[in-house]
């Protein structure tokens, strides 16, 4: 047999293994990432602020927060919120980038937290399951602890109880309504 049919044919075997390999790997389910559910305590010395903002700025002081944390990601991530919050960001596989983006729906929990539940995605011409996008999402970038992304349940959880703030300042989420424009916090600053 000649080389030259050897080569193609070795080669040929490398490129669909490879493809298996990628393939399995991202469609592999995840190991399920427990949600905390612990409530934040409130000494009565304590002060309690109620601080009514848009989605712009509070878009503008999460991504002041997430941007020294995902400065070493990856993957460039982007987000911004509208009447839903997105997510932005590109895939690289087999050398060709691959924009893309999804909608979350944000829900408040009792504890002030907040779930984003997947809603759409788009990954340029692709059909993918959101489940695979956020398994590797949450492989490839390194977020910040208080960040949980839950590809099984196609949500990202927001643990503001873990975020701590200037001399142990909380912030707990009390209402978010993006088709008002309008999101309700509570700043909990503790006095010595």
């Known amino acids: 047999m000649n080389k030259w049919k050897v080569a193609f044919f070795v080669f040929?075997?490398?490129?669909?293994?490879?493809?298996?390999?990628?393939?399995i790997w991202a469609t592999s389910p995840t190991d399920d990432v427990p949600i905390p559910s612990e409530r934040a305590t409130i000494d009565a010395t304590d002060s309690v602020l109620l601080v009514e903002t848009t989605a712009d700025d509070f878009e503008k002081i999460a991504m002041n927060?997430?941007?020294?944390?995902?400065?070493?990601?990856?993957?460039?991530?982007?987000?911004?919120?509208?009447?839903?919050?997105?997510?932005?960001?590109?895939?690289?596989?087999?050398?060709?980038?691959v924009p893309f983006s999804m909608e979350f729906e944000p829900n408040v929990n009792a504890e002030g937290n907040i779930h984003l539940k997947q809603t759409t995605m788009n990954v340029g011409k692709l059909n993918i399951p959101p489940i695979t996008v956020l398994k590797l999402l949450s492989d490839?970038?390194?977020?910040?602890?208080?960040?949980?992304?839950?590809?099984?349940?196609?949500?990202?959880?927001?643990?503001?109880s873990r975020l701590r703030f200037y001399k142990g300042s909380q912030v707990k989420v009390k209402e978010i309504d993006l088709e008002h424009n309008r999101i309700l916090l509570e700043v909990i600053v503790p006095n010595e």
């Open 12 to 23: 040929a075997a490398l490129i669909i293994v490879s493809l298996t390999i990628v393939i």
């Open 140 to 160: 490839s970038v390194q977020f910040p602890s208080y960040i949980i992304v839950s590809p099984n349940e196609e949500e990202i959880f927001v643990d503001l």
């Open 65 to 97: 927060y997430l941007a020294d944390a995902l400065n070493n990601s990856a993957l460039p991530v982007e987000f911004t919120v509208n009447e839903t919050i997105e997510l932005h960001s590109e895939l690289t596989v087999f050398g060709v980038t």
